[in-house]
């Protein structure tokens, strides 16, 4: 059984005022999300990623179309008792401690006041809030207040949960604490269902991911088996690079560009039939010092930018 499936999902929406027209904000989605997995829900702003989201959690009704978790009807009460939520602008009771907020979503739950207490303070741990959680929400900077909104989240042991744009506002120590955090829920066999438009979040923790613009499903599938994001070249970074040695590597094809970063410090971009190590070897040693190595490859924007084109000139052709 699928932890989550939908099938043709849509969803329009009237606008305008004196004459309302149809707007497209999700198109015949189709999905499947295996259980004990992370999956990565990509796109733009505006492609369609919370309308989704909110269709799951029946905060909206689909125009068409169906969607199932844990093999339940979404929205039904089986399913709530089941999921966590965390979406994207949450919005708590500012005048409550990050203490008696949680305390209070777990009282709806049904939890006796000890366990409250207990599933609260041990959330809250998980998150990195510490004494800050005795102060009103209304003095949380809005990484803190993400950090409780992943934290209520997670207050029920959900089976499956849906994170929309977890990673915002967040610092990058804050990052990689959510990051672990997810794996975490991965390693216990929770599935995760998260959105971004940040690439690098799910290449660090999808098994599979999909991606839509303009409210339709473009590609899917685990990131290293979509074409436009395989590895097309390398970047290596090096500190103290002799004159000479970097000469000789333009001259033979081996660096493709040399981009000057400071005194001695280069970017230099490597064809993909080169291999890296072979020229790190013999820069390191001619003297240079490893900074980094990078791949490169499309940048989530990029594909974004290319697929939106796309769609506009098949529209064109129509």
């Given amino acids: 059984m699928d932890a989550i499936r939908t099938e043709a999902l849509t969803k329009h929406?009237?606008?305008?005022?004196?004459?309302p027209r149809p707007y497209l904000a999700l198109e015949g989605l189709t999905l499947s999300v295996g259980q004990g997995?992370?999956?990565g829900f990509l796109g733009p702003n505006g492609a369609g990623k919370t309308t989704t989201l909110k269709l799951l959690m029946q905060l909206i009704y689909p125009t068409s179309g169906t969607a199932h978790i844990l093999g339940a009807p979404a929205g039904s009460a089986e399913v709530k008792r089941r999921i966590g939520y965390l979406p994207e602008n949450p919005y708590f009771y500012d005048h409550l401690t990050a203490e008696e907020l949680l305390e209070y979503f777990a009282s709806l739950f049904g939890y006796h006041a000890?366990?409250?207490r207990q599933r609260a303070a041990r959330l809250l741990d998980e998150v990195g809030i510490g004494a800050e959680r005795r102060l009103q929400l209304r003095k949380f900077s809005k990484g803190m207040l993400q950090r409780v909104g992943i934290a209520q989240a997670l207050l029920n042991d959900p089976e499956v949960v849906f994170f929309d744009e977890p990673m915002s506002g967040l610092d990058p120590l804050g990052r990689r604490e959510i990051r672990q955090l997810i794996l975490r829920l991965r390693d216990r066999g929770c599935t995760v269902f998260f959105s971004s438009h940040v690439l690098s979040d799910a290449e660090a923790l999808c098994s599979r991911v999909a991606i839509v613009a303009r409210g339709r499903l473009v590609a899917s599938g685990p990131l290293s088996e979509i074409?436009?994001?395989?590895?097309?070249?390398?970047?290596?970074v090096m500190s103290q690079?002799?004159?000479?040695?970097?000469?000789?590597?333009?001259?033979?094809?081996?660096v493709l560009k040399a981009l000057p970063l400071g005194p001695d410090r280069y970017a230099l971009d490597l064809p993909l039939g080169t291999p890296p190590e072979r020229l790190l070897g013999d820069l390191t040693a001619a003297g240079a010092q490893l900074?980094?190595?990078?791949?490169?490859?499309?940048?989530?924007?990029?594909?974004?930018?290319?697929?939106?084109?796309?769609?506009?000139?098949?529209?064109g052709l129509e």
Avoid at 292 to 313: C, I, K, M, Y
Wanted: glycine share 8%; proline share 5%; net charge negative.
């Fill in 13 to 19: 929406y009237s606008v305008g005022f004196w004459r």
């Fill in 37 to 39: 997995e992370v999956f």
């Fill in 114 to 116: 000890a366990e409250r």
């Fill in 227 to 236: 074409l436009a994001f395989q590895v097309h070249g390398w970047e290596l």
């Fill in 241 to 254: 690079v002799p004159g000479p040695a970097l000469e000789c590597a333009l001259k033979e094809g081996r």
């Fill in 291 to 315: 900074v980094s190595l990078n791949p490169l490859r499309e940048t989530l924007e990029d594909f974004f930018v290319r697929q939106v084109a796309g769609a506009t000139s098949d529209r």
